[in-house]
DNA sequence: GATTTGACTACTA
DNA sequence: GTAGTAGCCAAAT
């Protein structure tokens, strides 16, 4: 739909993130066709607190939790990821490419 | 309507 | 391999 401002399109893309696996911002951005505009991804998590959208499957390129900082505690996001499988370590994914999720590829 | 910000990415030194 | 700078676009003030 039309409709949907930049934000939905992120929330609906990030609730695509199968269990288990990650994927960055800027592979969102390009699949919604705003390549290079990982930052608006990010905004659009910053809103996204509240919706049903698994921020903690959206790292960054290098796989390291940089926005662990957005979220409450400090640990919950590692927290969240470990359970679902992933390994973390000092707030970096390991086998980052391995958990990697490209919606372009699933969509 | 212009300025600032921001959970990024890529290039360069 | 690490560090710093520039480019990017959209929302908030």
């Known amino acids: 739909m ?5 934000f939905e399109k992120v929330y609906r893309v990030a609730k695509l993130i199968p269990h288990g696996r990650v994927t960055s911002y800027g592979a969102i951005a390009k699949h919604l066709g705003a390549a290079g505009s990982a ?9 996204s607190n509240n919706k049903d959208v698994p921020a903690h499957r959206v790292v960054n390129r290098n796989g390291l939790l940089t926005g662990k900082h957005h979220f409450q505690g400090t640990n919950l996001m ?7 499988g992933i390994l973390v370590v000092d707030n970096k994914i390991q086998n980052f490419e391995k958990h990697f999720w490209d919606p372009k590829n699933e969509l």
């Open 2 to 6: 039309s409709n949907e401002g930049f």
């Open 39 to 47: 930052r608006m991804v990010g905004w659009a998590m910053n809103g």
């Open 78 to 84: 590692q927290q969240l990821l470990e359970s679902e």
